[in-house]
């Protein structure tokens, strides 16, 4: 059976929408692989979406830390001096696109069954708030280590952490992501309160989930429908009183690794 649970953020008695998906600072709304899931060895796309709804500019780090109990292995992993931990990137931009890669080492520590192994680190902060973007040598190292003990240094405005863990297997996989298509506004204008639609398509854990973000307004779930195999999930946007482009997103999680992504920009009158 398909099943897919409303985030809490989208769900509620109250009418009106839930604050907590206005997008009022700077979020990592997205990290995406693709293939969701990888054997030792094995090459994912990896597509991260940032929004900035300020506009104040963006300082972007992203890495990986595959943990084997011991901390990251990722030095290990390192050929060159001058690149000591491999897959740390900078950006400046909040869309970007990248690789992901299994180590071929781990076809000598792992099963053929996929364990989340693997985590993909994003560090987005407004530019001149995080020492990190300038750290080298020892200090950098120390705050790729541990990247949970960089958020007690740091404002609360301006600075979002993401993690995405990744599973990996010791053999090739055949993971897919889920699918989402979703039924926006005509025109893509928005009066007033809006009901939405999607159908999607996956294998999906207990633990999906379905997230809504707006750079005004906000969202609220309604209900969840389960079609022949197929999920719908309909919910509403709640515009704000201010008019002008809004930009929508809903981020769908199959609980697996797996991920979609609808967007949209409307245009509130």
């Known amino acids: 059976m398909i099943l897919i649970l409303l985030a809490p953020s989208l769900l509620g008695c109250d009418m009106g929408p839930d604050t ?9 709304v997205m990290v995406r692989s693709d293939p969701p899931a990888l054997g030792a060895g094995q090459v994912a796309t990896l597509e991260t979406l940032i929004v900035d709804p300020q506009e104040r500019g963006l300082e972007v780090m992203q890495w990986t830390c595959t943990f084997a109990g011991e901390g990251c292995l990722e030095p290990q992993f390192s050929m060159e001096e001058s690149d000591p931990w491999p897959g740390l990137v900078y950006q400046d931009t909040g869309r970007f696109e990248g690789t992901l890669v299994a180590s071929p080492a781990l076809s000598e520590v792992l099963g053929p069954e996929p364990v989340p192994l693997l985590s993909v680190w994003t560090l987005a902060c407004e530019p001149g708030l995080c020492p990190l973007m300038d750290a080298e040598g020892d200090a950098l190292m120390e705050g790729l280590e541990a990247p949970s003990d960089l958020l007690k240094d740091l404002p609360i405005y301006g600075v979002s952490l993401s993690q995405r863990r990744i599973r990996v297997a010791g053999i090739p996989l055949d993971a897919t992501n889920p699918t989402m298509a979703c039924e926006g506004p005509e025109q ?29 307004g906000g969202w609220q779930g309604q209900f969840v429908q389960i079609l022949e195999g197929m999920v719908r999930v309909d919910y509403s946007y709640f515009p704000s009183e201010e008019s002008g482009p809004v930009d929508l997103f809903l981020v769908l999680q199959d609980g697996n690794g797996g ?6 920009t409307v245009d509130v009158q």
């Open 188 to 216: 893509g204008v928005v009066e007033e309160e809006m009901a939405f639609s999607c159908t999607v398509e996956g294998e999906f854990a207990d633990q999906a989930a379905l997230y809504g973000y707006a750079t005004a």
């Open 259 to 264: 991920s979609a992504l609808w967007e949209a």
């Open 20 to 28: 907590t998906t206005l997008l009022a600072d700077i979020q990592v």
